[in-house]
């Protein structure tokens, strides 16, 4: 048995309450319902035990009560009633005492023909100046919404040119303290009624779903209780009123409000279907509205209500405050009843460890529970906690909040589950905390906390990595060192082709040479022999100078940028000098240390030779400029002369512009003549330098560790 405060009293068909469709409050404070039967719409009276049904006489003609639901039953500061039908609002006369309707027919009926957009009702609303909102529903152009002007008696149907939408289902009616009147619409949005024209706010301006409930408060704001969640709404006189949403993140059992009231201390109660959720927007102790927070606020401390509590099963849909302050809220299976008290204070609920399990294994915990568990070391696998809080509000449900620190950066939303599973964690050190809360919001002054570290896999751990990383240092020296010695193979065989080179085919060759000199010496001047030795000393002469150039070019004691300069410098001398052509040589290469690969090198002192031949041989200068600068991770050669220069676009017969433009190809270089008659030429080219590693310093090191 379960003994509560204040707990709530549930009507059903047996007490004369069956699936209610509206709820309300005659002049003289009778609490009403209204419900349909076999035989038409029924009106109950709440006689203090149960509703005692009053039948109208309805006319013959009406056959069909409709299927509207909310504000529908209404009693004008008039005193006369307003029933809804499938063919038509009925308007009854002035009547005391709502049993007085008894017998009592229809003083008028309002169809289609007298101005409605349709014949079936869905919802009335009369406003505090006495008018009665209809709003209508129906197949073909029969949805819309109209009003009932008491000085004209006429009806008026509002339509797009009003700023509603096409064929818009009013479901509910509320009024500001302005007199503005608000009107929710069925198929999404809600719509504003001021100085004769209406505004929409919909999705964009943050109302989405379809808004099922209207409340305006007794602090002047506006509720919207809609399929997506509570609106708050606290200026709803303003020109662009401002809207916050309140969800299930924000404490809200379910984000699908039905219906909305307000008790006589100004809390809230939103109608749901996984119960009544009550929360006070106010400050405690103020009472103005709460200022709009930035963005989501929570609702503070919520109470929540369930079938526990009493509360009839099934979908919450209608919400009503009477004169005397009860709270009446209605289902399809009854009608409910809560008599709202002033809260006093609770103590908070405390919340235990009950148990802990590592991969459908338990781990040792107090029978009793336990507020700390800690110590526990596992390897990954799934991790089952149990936990459960301590309730000292009778018939009050509590409600739990987890964290898991290291994973997690902020607490769970509020369920009523009370075991968490993590299927799967990272290796790390972590901590869980869970909290107990109470239906009046009051949270565990000290979360229970789960202690534990997930250790890594094989593969992560210290040691398989420390090893790891042994066997990958080794085999990168032993590249290393296989790089060495491959190094060091190229660069004797280098060495040893320069050396043949030099003293078996260049000594070879210098004999001939001086043989050929002395015979020609001796042969004297005669025709017949004289210039085919002439000719053979100058071929030698060439093979030698080739030979050197050969030779040069292999050797790794070679591979400076600086030797490269030097015999660039020393050809252009002996060759130009020769020719009696003022040379200028100038350099800005100022790293002697960079070292540059054989065939770069070789490449663009042959490039270097080919112009400098050029120039020897077909410019007529008096004047050669050579320049050599670096450019960043490159090197610019320019060589100028001031002869007769040449048509650079025409065609030549000759091979050495085209072997420039080869020898440059290969190296990836940018070569470009500019050449005006008369004026001289000029030869550019750009080369991108790939410093080589000096064979002769690995050479010497791998000899010293060899030894």
């Known amino acids: 048995m379960k003994m509560a405060r204040n707990g709530f009293t549930t009507y059903t068909e047996t007490d004369g309450a069956p699936w209610v469709s ?4 005659s002049r003289l404070g009778e609490m009403c319902i209204l419900y349909a039967t076999k035989d038409g719409l029924r009106i109950g009276k709440f006689d203090g035990r149960r509703f005692v049904p009053i039948r109208p006489a ?10 509207g639901r909310g504000q529908m039953l209404v009693q004008d500061e008039a005193g006369e009633w307003w029933i809804p039908t499938g063919q038509g609002l009925c308007r009854f006369a002035r009547q005391d005492g709502v049993e007085r309707l008894a017998g009592a027919r229809p003083r008028a009926i309002y169809t289609k023909h007298d101005g409605l957009p349709g014949d079936d009702i869905f919802a009335v609303f009369a406003d505090s100046r006495n008018g009665i909102w209809i709003g209508t529903i129906g197949l073909g152009n029969e949805d819309g919404l109209a009003f009932w002007d008491r000085d004209t008696g006429r009806v008026h149907a509002f339509s797009q040119a009003d700023g509603l939408p096409a064929h818009p289902v009013p479901s509910a009616f509320a009024e500001d303290r302005a007199g503005n009147v608000w009107v929710a619409l069925y198929h999404g949005g809600v719509a504003r009624y001021r100085q004769g024209r209406f505004t929409v706010f919909g999705d964009r301006d943050g109302i989405s779903g379809g808004p099922r409930a209207l409340l305006a408060d007794s602090a002047g704001r506006l509720w919207v209780g809609s399929t997506r969640g509570l609106i708050r709404i606290d200026d709803p006189t303003g020109d662009r009123p401002h809207l916050v949403v309140y969800g299930t993140a924000q404490g809200l059992s379910s984000s699908d409000v039905g219906a909305l009231t ?10 749901t279907g996984r119960g009544i959720d009550r929360f006070d927007p106010q400050p405690e102790g103020s009472g103005e509205p709460a200022a709009a927070p930035p963005a989501l606020p929570g609702l503070g401390r919520i109470q929540h209500y369930t079938t526990a509590d009493g509360v009839a099963p099934g979908e919450l849909d209608l919400a009503f405050r009477d004169r005397q302050g009860s709270l009446w809220f209605s289902t399809p299976l009854g009608l409910s009843q809560l008599v709202p008290t002033v809260d006093r204070p609770q103590s908070p609920p405390p919340v235990l460890v009950t148990g802990v399990s590592v991969g459908g294994v338990a781990q040792a915990i107090s029978d009793l529970g336990q507020s700390t568990v800690s110590g526990l070391r596992f390897p990954q696998n799934p991790l089952r906690v149990d936990y459960v809080g301590l309730g000292f509000l009778p018939g009050g449900a509590l409600r739990y909040q987890y964290m898991l620190e290291g994973a997690d950066s902020d607490w769970s ?3 009523d589950q009370r075991t968490v599973i993590y299927a799967r964690l990272a290796a790390g050190s972590y901590r869980f905390l869970v909290r107990a809360m109470a239906g009046d919001g009051i949270a565990s002054p000290q979360p229970a906390s789960v202690v534990f570290t997930i250790l890594p896999p094989v593969w992560r751990s210290w040691w398989f990595l420390l090893a790891c990383g042994t066997v990958m240092a080794l085999l990168m020296y032993a590249l290393y060192r296989y790089r060495l010695a491959q190094l060091l193979a190229v660069a004797n065989v280098r060495t040893r082709i320069a050396t043949d080179l030099h003293d078996d085919i260049g000594a070879s060759l210098s004999q001939i040479a001086i043989l050929s000199e002395v015979a020609q010496r001796e042969a004297g001047k005669e025709a017949r022999h004289g210039p085919s030795l002439s000719e053979i000393a100058g071929i030698s002469r060439e093979l030698v100078d080739s030979m050197s150039d050969i030779v040069w070019a292999i050797n790794p004691d070679h591979d400076r940028l600086s030797n490269l300069v030097y015999r ?3 050809f252009a001398t002996d060759l130009l000098g020769a020719q009696g052509m003022a040379l200028e040589f100038r350099s800005s290469v100022a790293d002697r240390d960079l070292r540059i690969g054989a065939n770069v090198r070789r490449q663009i002192y042959l490039i270097f030779k080919e112009g400098t031949h050029n120039i020897a041989r077909h410019s007529g200068a008096s004047r050669v400029e050579v320049e050599l ?6 090197m610019v050669l320019r060589l100028r002369d001031n002869g007769r220069g040449f048509d650079a676009s025409a065609g030549s017969d000759g091979h050495g512009l085209t072997n420039i433009r080869k020898r440059a190809a290969a190296l990836g270089a940018e070569v470009e003549w500019q050449s005006v008659l008369g004026q001289g030429t000029t030869l550019r080219m750009t080369v991108r330098l790939e410093p ?4 002769s310093v690995l050479r010497g090191r791998m000899t010293g560790r060899f030894r």
């Open 22 to 25: 509206s709820l309300t409050e």
């Open 58 to 67: 309805w006319p013959s003609q009406i056959t069909y009560f409709g299927w």
């Open 262 to 271: 307000e008790d006589r201390w100004g809390r809230i109660y939103a109608a």
């Open 413 to 415: 939303a509020p369920t």
């Open 568 to 570: 660039m410098r020393r």
């Open 629 to 634: 600068d670096r450019t960043g991770d490159g």
């Open 692 to 695: 080589a590693r000096s064979l």
